[in-house]
């Protein structure tokens, strides 16, 4: 065990010792998501500093596998991967640069490819995970069919902690697109989602969209990204039409929308994320910002939860206050409220992996 390794260890002995809660934090450039509140001295909570426990552990460019300790920052190891002609297949947000890989597979953040190429969780391999009592745990390994029963390493991704402070992490890595190519059409919200529909039922090389406008009613622009082959992406071009964006200005909007910085994500306002099926229809609440073909939806401002969620939950989605801004976080917590089947899996796993209730308390569920 390296000195590093052996410090975080320590800690969580220490803190277990004198029955104080531990907060796992790397960059702290997510610090604003989940039920977050500051970690003070003064409060007898301890902090649990991952960014020292970093670096690439082993990388497989012709396996197309990566293992790298949480600690590591995150923009590292995509230009290491760059390096290689490869990526993150799930475009995870940085929302700084102090973001760390462990950062971004506990808050379980996926970016404007999530929709073609799969969730964050849908590339994590294995995981290394440091528990309540000093242990060193191990789940997953290096190869896509390596779990019999319950793949606790894809559990780990949007845990926020709350089971463990997480070690190292192995994903699966894919190659860079040949070519990509962003299209801009005029739209109305109602006309880009029956567009999103029709273009998913056709085998075009979309590997992101975006809808922005002033209202529900008023025109907007929507936005294609197509990735893959030339002659694929002409094709699709011809079905799509619209006008191609230059390179780097579509560069821009994608991050712009990856990292938030767009002009529809105000800083000081609450901000809502709304995930639905694909299929639901224009809300009529607003100025909304629709990512992932309609399985995105932002909405910026004050809003009332309960109301905002049991809207979510009627289309078969659910509502979380992403951001508060200035607002007060509903007492209830951040995120939709658990079902009661998936809020009592979570509670064993808690007790399972987390006796001590340790680990980040309330961070994903207030009573946890």
């Known amino acids: 065990m390296d000195f590093v390794l052996s410090e975080l260890c320590d800690q969580v002995m220490t803190a277990r010792a004198g029955h104080k809660p531990l907060f796992v934090m790397g960059g702290g450039s997510k610090a604003f998501y989940g ?5 003070t001295p003064q409060d007898g909570h ?24 949480a600690g590591t920052p995150l923009a590292e190891l995509e230009a290491a991967l760059a390096e290689n002609g490869q990526m993150l297949a799930f475009e995870p947000p940085h929302f700084g640069a102090s973001a760390t890989v462990g950062g971004c597979v506990a808050a379980g953040l996926s970016g404007p490819r999530r ?10 391999l294995g995981t290394r995970l440091l528990d309540s009592e000093g242990r060193i745990l191990a789940f997953g390994g290096e190869v896509m069919k390596n779990v019999a029963g319950y793949d606790v390493s894809r559990l780990l991704a ?70 893959g082959a030339p002659p694929a992406i002409a094709s699709a071009r011809h079905v799509i039409g619209g006008d191609a964006l230059d390179p780097g200005a579509a560069v821009a909007w994608w991050r712009a ?26 809300l009529g609440m607003g100025p909304t910002l629709i990512e ?23 289309l078969g989605g ?51």
């Open 35 to 39: 039920n977050y509140r500051p970690v």
């Open 46 to 69: 301890c902090l649990l500093d991952m960014t020292s426990y970093r670096g690439i552990v082993s990388y497989h460019p012709s396996e197309l596998v990566v293992t790298v300790r």
């Open 115 to 124: 929709m073609s190429a799969g969730a964050l969780r849908d590339f994590v």
């Open 158 to 227: 949007g845990s926020h902690g709350i089971f463990g402070a997480l070690l190292e992490v192995s994903m699966k890595v894919v190659p860079r697109p040949m070519e990509e190519l962003t299209l801009v059409c005029p739209a109305t919200q109602a006309q880009a989602l029956t567009s999103f529909a029709l273009w998913r039922g056709k085998p075009l090389p979309i590997s992101a969209t975006s809808w922005t406008g002033a209202d529900e009613h008023g025109e907007g622009a929507m936005h294609v990204r197509l990735s």
């Open 257 to 282: 929308l990856r990292e938030q910085t767009h002009a529809f994500f105000t800083p000081g306002q609450p901000l809502w994320r709304l995930a639905l099926p694909p299929t639901a229809a224009v």
């Open 292 to 314: 992932w073909g309609g399985g995105q939806r932002w909405l910026s401002g004050a809003r009332d939860a309960t109301e905002l969620r049991e809207a979510a939950a009627r």
């Open 318 to 368: 659910h509502a979380t206050l992403f951001r508060a801004g200035n607002g007060k976080p509903p007492a209830d917590g951040v995120f939709h409220p658990l079902a009661p089947g998936i809020a009592s899996i979570t509670r064993r796993l808690k007790q399972e992996l987390d006796p001590a209730g340790l680990f980040n308390p309330g961070r994903l569920v207030l009573e946890l």
